[in-house]
């Protein structure tokens, strides 16, 4: 489970959902897929680097199609 306000660049793609929110492992990986245009990588902190890591490698089978 991921807890949408624990990520700042999450937050940002998830603009639509309750603050509190907190997402299945496939639904915070398919958020990341569909909305990466609007992820600052730039802005990734080593935190939200190591869920997007761990999202791809449990959810991705390796791969983030973005």
Same mark, same amino acid.
């Given at each position: 489970?991921?807890?949408?306000?624990?990520?700042?660049?999450?937050?940002?793609?998830?603009?639509? =959902?309750?603050? !509190?929110?907190?997402?299945? %492992?496939?639904?915070?990986? *398919? &958020?990341? $897929? /569909?909305?990466? =245009?609007?992820? !600052?990588?730039?802005?990734? %902190?080593?935190?939200?680097? *190591? &869920?997007? $890591? /761990?999202?791809?490698?449990?959810?991705?089978?390796?791969?983030?199609?973005?």
């Amino acid at each position: 489970m991921v807890r949408v306000n624990d990520y700042p660049q999450l937050r940002f793609i998830a603009w639509n =959902r309750p603050g !509190d929110d907190v997402l299945s %492992d496939a639904d915070a990986f *398919a &958020l990341y $897929e /569909r909305n990466w =245009r609007f992820v !600052d990588q730039r802005a990734l %902190d080593p935190h939200e680097r *190591a &869920l997007i $890591e /761990r999202l791809t490698n449990d959810v991705g089978h390796g791969h983030l199609h973005v």
